[in-house]
């Protein structure tokens, strides 16, 4: 008797899909209650919005000169071909900015006493670069080097606008290589030792790209600021797409281009952070 | 080499200190070619920091290590040579996650011996056959159980082809169902005339397998001899505690 009461007790459960259970249910239940509570209290926000903005006093002269349609309509082409001139600043800077970032993080992790002033150096660059702001830097070095009265190519924006930027977020990248390398544990570098490895090469083949890989979205972070940054060139030159919408602003006496250069660096920007959120999410999950 | 009673490895008077902790007080030890010792003791009695100063991980404070009859304790001798020669397998398994099983095994080899992969290749099926893991060799860490883990580590090391291993509790991290086919892993390593210490809790296994036993209390070797005396017969009063707590 308490044999086929076990059995009849257990039979519900491998039958779950076709009655669920109490608890089944139950979260079922309270899914859609949290649901339709989120649904009606984002829409009353948004009617609100819609509904009272209106009646502030300004509103009809903010709409014209940030939200006109026709300005929009005209300038937007030309911002999207401005912005191809910060993909391209960037898609310079990026790949040096990751090398010698990760070169500075190395200095600072080298332990032969012959190579002090290498971890020297990396301590103070970081420190260094980390401490000024980004558009400072980009002041000095590219109004600086060009007043060295360089001949025709070396007195480019480009180049010395570029330089300040990689200087700036190669210190930020070092130290979250640095922060990488440093979260793996003591026992992998004794466990590569142990097989009679060199450091260099436990640091080469066992520490980097474990280290590289944990700090992925860190450093997707970074590059994502570094994307908006190259806006900050367009002080000392290029014109790319924050100055271009400047130039527009003047044409039409109107500031709706700025509104359409934020969109376009939205557009680029919103995909990446969740990308990144997504990387990050994935790897708090591996650990646990 | 062949000499099965000449002296492999050697300890006098080794020192360690960890700060204010004293962990090992004056060891000596010899073990034979082709012996298997076990280093018996509670948590904290130095056993493992006794084998990671063997394997040169940590660097002793004073007294010798003889391998060969050369001390390779001496301060300024290279380390990197003598960890080719003497294999460690630590308690956490330690494999690099990022590496399939095989790559684990391989690396050393190919980076401080200059092996190629072509070369490697057949040596390396073999020790994953002989070790009952054939069908895992292309398995990440994580993909694989912790007996399964501890035993590529083990495979990991004597691809360096070492002629000594050292095992760091290496069944303590494992599922008791998974112990058995570590050590069923150590028997064949004993049988095939390996050189062996072993820091370990399985008083079982050390009493049928090894060649000498000794109890460790408070970084010294309290107590030494055959596994039969030691554990039958102890002498003293810490190790007769200390088995009746654990047996």
């Known amino acids: 008797m308490a ?20 608890r089944a249910a139950y979260e079922a239940r309270m899914k859609r209650r949290s649901v339709t509570i989120a649904v009606t209290s984002t829409l009353a926000v948004l009617v609100a919005f819609v509904l009272l903005v209106p009646f502030a006093p ?92 360089l001949p025709r190519p070396w007195n480019s924006p ?47 083949f066992v ?37 271009q919408a400047g130039v527009y602003k003047s044409l039409f ?23 990144a959120d997504y990387l990050l999410h994935r790897q708090t999950r591996r650990r646990t | 080499m062949t000499a099965q009673s000449g002296v492999k490895l050697s300890l006098r008077g080794v020192e360690k200190s960890f700060g204010q902790n004293h962990v090992c007080r004056g060891i000596d030890l010899d073990v034979a070619d082709g012996e298997m010792v076990c280093l018996i003791g509670a948590s904290g009695s130095g056993k493992s920091t006794l084998l990671r100063c063997i394997n040169l991980l940590e660097p002793i404070d004073d007294g010798a290590i003889f391998l060969d009859g050369i001390d390779i304790a001496e301060p300024g001798y290279d380390p990197q040579p003598v960890r080719e020669r003497i294999g ?26 200059g092996r190629s992969k072509a070369e490697l290749a057949e040596p390396v099926v073999a020790l994953f056959e002989r070790f009952g893991l054939p069908e895992h060799r292309y398995h990440y860490p994580d993909q694989l159980s912790g007996g399964q883990q501890q035993r590529v580590a083990i495979i990991r090391a004597l691809a360096m ?16 169902e998974l112990v058995g086919e570590v050590l069923d892993v150590l028997r064949q390593l004993h049988r095939d005339g390996m050189t062996m210490i072993l820091a370990t809790h399985e008083m079982g296994f050390a009493r049928e397998l090894a ?37």
């Open chain 2, 88 to 113: 460690i397998v630590f308690q956490s398994y330690n494999l690099f996650p990022h590496m399939t099983a095989e790559e684990n095994v391989m690396l050393a080899p190919m980076r401080v011996r």
């Open chain 1, 158 to 204: 480009y180049i010395w606008g570029s330089l300040a930027l990689v200087l700036v977020y190669a210190a930020y990248v070092a130290e979250v290589f640095r922060s990488g390398i440093e979260s793996i544990h003591e026992s992998q570098r004794a466990a590569a030792a142990s097989l009679g490895l060199s450091d260099q090469d436990a640091m080469r």
């Open chain 1, 253 to 275: 006496a109107n500031f709706t281009p700025y509104v359409g250069a934020a969109l376009i660096f939205l557009a680029i920007t919103i995909p990446a952070t969740r990308y």
């Open chain 2, 211 to 247: 060649n000498k036993v000794c109890f460790l209390d408070a970084g010294r070797i309290l107590e030494e001899g055959a596994p039969d005396d030691v554990f039958s017969a102890p002498q003293q009063e810490r190790t007769k505690a200390f088995l009746s707590r654990v047996l």
């Open chain 1, 58 to 149: 300004g509103w009809e002269a903010v709409q014209r000169s940030f939200f006109n349609g026709q300005v929009f309509a005209r300038t937007f082409p030309g911002l999207l071909n401005a912005f191809l001139q910060n993909v391209m600043i960037f898609a310079w800077c990026a790949p040096i900015i990751a090398i010698l970032g990760l070169a500075i993080a190395l200095c600072r992790d080298v332990r032969a006493p012959i190579l002090f002033p290498l971890r020297m150096f990396g301590a103070l660059y970081t420190d260094v670069f980390r401490g000024v702001p980004v558009i400072l830097v980009i002041y000095l070095i590219g109004f600086g080097v060009p007043g060295l009265g």
């Open chain 1, 207 to 243: 520490v980097l790209p474990q280290a590289i890989r944990n700090v992925m979205p860190a450093n997707m972070n970074l590059f994502i600021a570094l994307q908006k940054d190259v806006a900050l060139l367009s002080f000392i030159g290029p014109v790319e797409i924050f100055r």
């Open chain 2, 161 to 176: 082809e070492p002629e000594i291993m050292l095992f760091d509790e290496i069944t303590s991290a494992l599922d008791p």
């Open chain 1, 3 to 22: 044999d086929t009461g076990l059995r009849s007790g257990a039979s519900p459960a491998a039958t779950t899909r076709a009655t669920p259970t109490r």
